[in-house]
């Protein structure tokens, strides 16, 4: 996946939001592209028509799951289609199969709320302990979570980079942690696939799961979940449904008379019919990313959020995590990050930047108290300039 970034007026007219506005919201949802969009429309034709091929379509799909298999150095049939992030996670939440007196680890303080709710459940249902890790300066802190694991630890949840503050992870120890006593490592990379460069064997995940609505430039409504063969294989789905089975070559409307097996690897979590339409779209996506270089990608990205981190820290804002460095990916938060703890709400002075900045047609957000600004390859050294003077002006 190495290459070099295409030139960036060619990047740029992929995406006509930038033309008049500097968008640094990626981490609440990316831009889709022009061709993307192009994707779609021959399928929406057919729709319109009734000329739809269902099987062609069927075939397409399979070739997205082959090429999100190769986004992320996994085997085809390690990968799952889902709605979106959350499904994967509940659908591994639901396939262990539980004993009272099991443990799950994760830091809930840096976790998205559907990286928390599963959990909760699976407590209340199968009499599990929660062992929460505290966050160590807005960082998930590898040696906390080794010290909570044992041989009891059967999910360990985390983040592969937190929605905010935005720090990147360090996974590798943990996962070293989990394989000694047969924990599984489930990772949300919704924040970092697509942006950050994602290989699943090197960072030593179990699970993963993405939505395709943010660095993967996709839509709404879908995503996928990397569930390595071995376990994939031992884990049982909660729902079944036709795609989840293998009936060898009988059609998709054939009588089920009799019990069947589950197909082989992670596909025995897909649940009904796909989105094709976001199938379509996170193919063209993932073909664009895989034409630039993910690795490449992740470089530009991250200089681009390092510049932005340090015009805005020399300026004396209340960056989160200080000056960048190895903990910064491509988010920027300022602002508090004890609201991160105590979920006090936004001060008026960082609302204020947010405000200003949108005024000047800066598009960022603002979560749990903090103002993100968030980047992807469609950005620019002169965007984060300016992002860096209208900061300095507001001050002023």
């Known amino acids: 996946m190495k290459s070099t970034l295409l030139p960036l007026n ?7 939001a930038t033309e008049n506005a500097i968008y640094m919201d990626v981490a609440n949802q990316g831009l889709i592209s022009r061709t993307a969009l192009a994707s779609i429309g021959p399928h929406l034709e057919n729709r319109l028509c009734g000329t739809n091929d269902e099987p062609a379509l069927m075939e397409h799909v399979e070739r997205t799951r ?3 298999a190769r986004f992320i150095g996994a085997g085809e049939k390690e990968i799952a289609i889902t709605k979106n992030a959350s499904e994967g996670i509940n659908i591994i939440a639901n396939a262990v199969d539980w004993k009272p007196g099991d443990n799950i680890v994760l830091c809930p303080k840096l976790e998205h709320a559907n990286n928390i709710l599963p ?12 062992r929460f890790i505290e966050p160590e300066n807005g960082s998930v802190p590898p040696a906390a979570f080794i010290r909570a694991i044992d041989s009891r630890t059967r999910i360990v949840s985390l983040s ?13 120890p943990i996962a070293e942690a989990c394989r000694h006593f047969g924990a599984f490592l489930l990772a949300d990379a919704t924040q970092s696939v697509g942006i950050l460069h994602t290989d699943v064997a090197q960072l030593g995940i179990d699970g993963l799961a993405v939505s395709t609505v943010k660095g993967l430039m996709g839509l709404y409504g879908s995503g996928f979940l990397y569930c390595r063969q071995e376990w994939a294989d031992r884990l049982n789905p909660a729902y079944l449904s036709r795609f989840s089975v293998d009936l060898g070559n009988a059609p998709e409307s054939a009588p089920v008379l009799d019990p069947v097996k589950l197909r082989s690897g992670a596909a025995r979590f897909d649940l009904g019919h796909y989105n094709f339409p976001a199938m379509l779209a996170a193919y063209a996506s993932m073909g ?11 470089h530009r990205v991250t200089s681009l959020t390092k510049r932005l981190a340090s015009g805005l820290f020399e300026l004396g804002l209340p960056v989160c995590g200080g000056p960048p460095g190895s903990h910064t990916g491509s988010i920027v938060a300022v602002g508090d990050m004890a609201a991160l703890s105590d979920g006090r709400p936004i001060s008026s002075r960082i609302q204020s930047l947010h405000a200003y900045m949108m005024s000047n047609q800066v598009t960022a957000s603002t979560r749990r108290g903090l103002l993100r600004f968030s980047l992807h390859l469609y ?3 002169e965007e984060v300039d300016r992002v860096v003077e209208l900061a300095k002006s507001w001050l002023k």
């Open 10 to 16: 060619t990047i740029r007219y992929e995406f006509p």
């Open 66 to 68: 082959a090429r999100f």
């Open 119 to 130: 959990w909760f459940q699976v407590k209340v249902r199968h009499n599990v302990e929660l």
């Open 160 to 172: 592969t980079m937190t929605m905010v503050p935005g720090f990147r992870t360090r996974v590798g």
């Open 288 to 298: 664009q990313l895989l034409e630039i270089g993910t690795e490449a990608i992740d």
């Open 379 to 381: 950005n620019t050294e």
